[in-house]
């Protein structure tokens, strides 16, 4: 149990005792300090245990295990561990140049609950899906992947700024840097998990530690 749950289940069994004290003593309520309790008891603790609460979940969001732990997601989270440097999500697993724990999240950082409002609701349809709609068998993005998502990683890097792929053009550049021209381009970074092709790739196997 990590130390947030902790600290949450105490503030959550603290409200509790206040409750059952005041449940079994209502007269305090009739004092100034037995209200103040009263309003710690019913409001004040339980709205921080829901917002540690929520910290916590959102933390678990980002964790890869939380994704892969949708059946759906398997041949995505399988793909990480194919052995081609030619496909991205692999590349960057397996050399950790993504925090491994949090790989999806640090790729996909407008997805569920850290998106806009619109990513949110999807969220939302997402789960409904789950539970009592029809899951497609091809997954696909709700919008083409934006350059955000390469570029606040490797934007500011030296070998990004001096790749001559990057200034074939006069505004090649700052086309990238715009999102006006993908770098999943054909013929540049356009190999991402690429699902269906599993069947034909080795995997790498990581060393056990």
Same mark, same amino acid.
């Given at each position: 149990?990590?130390?947030?749950?902790? *600290?949450?289940?105490?503030?959550?069994?603290?409200?509790m005792?206040?409750?059952?004290w005041?449940?079994?003593?209502?007269?305090?309520?009739?004092?100034?300090? =037995?209200?103040?309790?009263?309003?710690?008891?019913?409001?004040a603790?339980?709205?921080? =245990?829901?917002?540690?609460?929520?910290?916590?979940?959102?933390?678990?969001?980002k964790?890869?295990?939380?994704?892969?732990?949708?059946h759906?997601?398997?041949?995505?989270h399988r @793909?990480?561990?194919?052995?081609?440097?030619?496909?991205?999500?692999?590349?960057?697993?397996?050399?950790?140049?993504?925090p491994?724990?949090?790989?999806?999240?640090?790729?996909?950082?407008?997805?569920g +609950?850290f998106?806009? *409002?619109?990513s &949110?609701?999807r =969220?939302? &349809?997402?789960?409904m899906?789950?539970?009592?709609g029809?899951? +497609?068998?091809?997954?696909?993005?709700?919008e083409p992947?934006?350059?955000?998502?390469?570029?606040?990683?490797?934007?500011?890097?030296? &070998?990004?700024?001096?790749?001559s792929?990057?200034?074939?053009?006069d505004?090649?550049?700052? *086309?990238?840097?715009?999102?006006?021209?993908?770098?999943?381009?054909?013929?540049?970074?356009?190999?991402?998990?690429?699902?269906?092709?599993?069947g034909?790739?080795?995997?790498? &196997? +990581? @060393?056990?530690?």
């Open positions: 149990m990590t130390h947030e749950n902790v *600290a949450l289940f105490g503030v959550l069994g603290v409200a005792l206040l409750l059952a005041l449940a079994a003593k209502p007269e305090i309520t009739r004092q100034a300090g =037995g209200r103040a309790l009263a309003f710690l008891a019913i409001f603790l339980p709205a921080l =245990g829901a917002s540690m609460g929520f910290t916590t979940q959102l933390e678990h969001f964790k890869k295990e939380f994704c892969a732990s949708c759906t997601m398997d041949d995505y @793909s990480l561990l194919v052995d081609d440097d030619e496909f991205i999500p692999a590349l960057h697993f397996q050399n950790n140049w993504v491994q724990d949090k790989a999806c999240y640090t790729c996909h950082t407008n997805y +609950p998106g806009d *409002a619109k &949110k609701f =969220g939302l &349809k997402h789960v899906v789950q539970y009592f029809s899951i +497609p068998d091809t997954l696909h993005l709700y992947y934006k350059n955000r998502e390469c570029l606040h990683c490797h934007g500011d890097g030296r &070998k990004f700024q001096a790749e792929a990057h200034h074939e053009g505004t090649t550049f700052v *086309a990238l840097m715009e999102n006006r021209m993908s770098c999943l381009t054909s013929g540049c970074h356009d190999v991402a998990h690429n699902v269906d092709e599993l034909e790739v080795d995997f790498w &196997k +990581p @060393s056990s530690k």
